[in-house]
């Protein structure tokens, strides 16, 4: 969406505030003659802004730039999950690892945990293309929040929540393929 700050009934940023409320996705590029506003334009995560006037240059590079942001975003995998009777797409790189327990999946996500009935067995093919790995029977770790290993204990990110690192199990039969993984993961020779 391209805004221009000064429009008539409401301005561009208070616009974009109401969209930001809908959606936290759709990209914004500010149109302006005022810089002063460029700096507010980070209160609603503007992708970008062109100053007036605008030449077509500027207006292509700004497009094709929005362009390329929006299809990148396209390639982030997202797995439903049915929360409490809430349908929700998680996209896979927030989840830090799920954990099975009388069949109840939890998917301990950067901000909170999501629970679902479900199989580990059904999951685990797409998780493990996008850099899970088995740490138990009952456990898929995504390697990006693993921060470290201490005998058979592993140390997991929290995410955007912060804090001390949360501590699984390693089991015995899994730990050699575990630090094969996770070495490749890191680009380590081990």
Same mark, same amino acid.
């Given at each position: 969406i391209?805004?221009?700050?000064?429009? #008539? /009934?409401? &301005?561009g940023l208070n616009l974009a505030h109401k969209i930001r409320e809908r959606d936290d996705d759709v990209s914004i590029v500010f149109v302006t003659n005022m810089k002063q506003y460029v700096i507010r334009g980070y209160e609603v995560d503007a992708d970008d802004f062109i100053l007036k006037p605008v030449t077509y240059e500027d207006f292509s590079m700004k497009l094709e730039r929005v362009i390329k942001?929006?299809?990148?975003?396209?390639?982030i995998v997202k797995f439903k999950i049915n929360d409490?009777?809430?349908?929700?797409?998680? #996209? /896979?790189? &927030?989840?830090?690892?799920v954990d099975v327990y009388q069949h109840k999946l939890s998917f301990h996500a950067t901000d909170k945990i999501y629970e679902?009935?479900?199989?580990?067995?059904?999951?685990?093919?797409?998780?493990?293309?996008?850099?899970?790995?088995?740490?138990?029977?009952?456990?898929?770790?995504?390697?990006?929040?693993?921060?470290?290993?201490?005998?058979?204990t592993l140390l997991v990110s929290k995410g955007k929540k912060g804090g001390e690192a949360e501590k699984l199990t390693i089991s015995?039969?899994?730990?050699?393929?575990?630090m094969s993984l996770l070495n490749k993961y890191l680009g380590v020779n081990a």
């Open positions: 391209f805004l221009d700050i000064e429009m #008539p /009934l409401m &301005d942001k929006i299809l990148n975003k396209k390639d409490d009777g809430v349908i929700k797409f998680i #996209p /896979l790189s &927030d989840i830090r690892y679902s009935r479900g199989s580990l067995n059904k999951i685990e093919p797409l998780f493990l293309e996008h850099n899970f790995v088995k740490c138990s029977n009952y456990c898929l770790v995504n390697l990006k929040y693993v921060e470290g290993v201490v005998d058979y015995h039969l899994r730990k050699k393929e575990f």
